[in-house]
């Protein structure tokens, strides 16, 4: 039963154009949202976060926005650049957890972004 | 970055045989993970730790077991390894007051 769910498995965007990134979650007893990008052969990296409490953050060109009524999160890239091409990971930390963060993933979406 | 590390970085070992890998962290970050990576599942949660000799199970945790002795590294052992464990493992960590976490550069296991 996959709590987070990321429906497109890849996503082809051209350069300079925008790359929207989409995760849906299921439970509502997740507190954090976080995004991953992950290039082959190496581990995960953070990109951006936000808090339950919020609705957007942004930090460059990467923009994350929540809707907790759709329990819907998606993220933003603009302008999308070739070195941005990688797989990316939606997470979700679980609100009973503690002081731990205890994180269940999407199963990630490639993208491609092309020249 | 944290400097997290990850030995070894490649294995390939027999069914039923014991394996275990290391994370080892330079940042005394109090929070370890353990995840493995298969295709169409994402990154799953093995075991975590919450401090030295304090660990607890993740969603995946059956046929691992994990020790952590001193606060840089936390080891995941694989007592019996079966061919439903070749899979790619990631260490991941975080400073207490935070829940962005930051992972290793992972270990492919391969069991044959």
């Known amino acids: 039963d996959q709590q987070v769910k990321q429906n497109s498995p890849s996503l082809s965007v051209q350069e300079g154009r925008i790359s929207i990134l989409n995760c849906d979650y299921t439970n509502s007893m997740f507190d954090y949202f976080l995004w991953y990008k992950k290039y082959p052969a190496e581990g995960p990296t953070f990109l951006i976060s936000i808090s339950s409490i919020k609705d957007k953050n942004e930090d460059g060109r990467f923009t994350v926005f929540l809707n907790k009524s759709a329990k819907h999160l998606s993220l933003h890239i603009v302008p999308s650049q070739p070195g941005d091409s990688a797989v990316y990971f939606c997470?979700?930390?679980?609100?009973?957890?503690?002081?731990?963060?205890?994180?269940?993933f999407g199963t990630g979406t490639r993208l491609q972004v092309t020249l | 970055d944290a400097g997290i590390t990850q030995s070894p970085r490649h294995k390939v070992t027999e069914t039923g045989t014991p394996v275990t890998l290391r994370c080892h962290q330079t940042?005394?970050?109090?929070?370890m993970y353990w995840y493995r990576q298969d295709p169409g599942h994402g990154l799953r949660l093995i075991h975590y730790?919450?401090?030295?000799?304090?660990?607890d199970k993740g969603e995946v945790s059956d046929g691992y077991s994990v020790s952590r002795s001193k606060t840089e590294d936390f080891l995941l052992t694989l007592e019996s390894a079966t061919s439903s464990q070749t899979s790619v493992y990631f260490c991941a960590t975080h400073f207490a007051g935070a829940y962005e976490q930051y992972f290793g550069p992972g270990t492919r296991l391969t069991v044959t």
């Open positions: 730790s919450y401090g030295v000799k304090d660990t």
């Open positions: 997470a979700a930390r679980g609100i009973n957890t503690g002081t731990a963060s205890k994180l269940t």
């Open positions: 940042e005394n970050h109090r929070y």
